[in-house]
Structures are given as C-alpha cells and as structure tokens.
C-alpha cells in the first residue's frame, strides 16, 4: 500500500514539473528543420488533408447521393486520357481514396482530383449498393500552415 502511495506520489510530482514546461518546436514536430516544415506537402500528407476534408469538414460521403451529378465537370479536360486541369492546362494529382476489392458487390472507389495551382479538388464516388457514378466540387483545400513567428511562441 505504501509503494502504491510513494508511486503515485512520484507520478504526480513528474506531472506537474513537466506541465510547466513546453517542449521546443522541433521536439513537436519530430526534429525536423525549417526546410521540411516549410517544404510543400507530400503525397501522403495532401492524401489525409484530403481525406480529412472529405469525410470530416464536408462530410462529401453522405451527401453525395443527394448533391452528386453525373457530368464530368467542365474544369476536367479528358482528351489524351490523362485528366488535365482546364485552367492551367496541367495534369490533376489523383488521390485514391478508397478502393474496394474487385469481387465485393457494394464496391466503392473514391478520387480525388486536385489541382494544385487553383487549390481545388473535385471527388468522384463510384459504386456503392445504388451503382452510383458522380461528381462533387470544386472544393478548395487552402488550410494554410501556421507562420513561423505563430510556431514559435
């Protein structure tokens, strides 16, 4: 009983001398330098902030039955076969969301596109029990990162 007390004793003593302090920005973010942080995001960076948009902030999953249309829209040249942003002319980034097994009867594959130069992505279901094929978007994905001197405090 009294190793439990001088134990929990010690516990709490460390928690409240480590409340106090805050680590430094690099122990935050996993020691990277200022180059990485600054450095634009990776495939499987933009490929969660993306994720996060569609499934948390829209909520583009439920919604896309009712709000869904069947046109491709007209941003998203498609002559070569390769998706090209009508815009600037340049080649979408494509994010596989979600992507079922070929033998499920329900399949469901989610895309993304984005174009990085408009700060938009159009997502496209298809699948599900409906059979559905459709399009949402633009949406724009600017969630800008902190300024330095914000990180630093």
Partial sequence: MTVSRVLLAACAALAAVGCNSIPPDSMLHADLSEEELKASPTYHRMKGALLNDVRIWRQLDKIVETEGRKEVPVAIRNVTGIPVCANDEKEFEIYRLKEDLLDQPYRVDETAYLCREDKVYYYRYQGGPR???????PYRIDRRAPAVEERKR
């Fill in 131 to 137: 059979k559905l094929d459709v399009w949402l978007g």
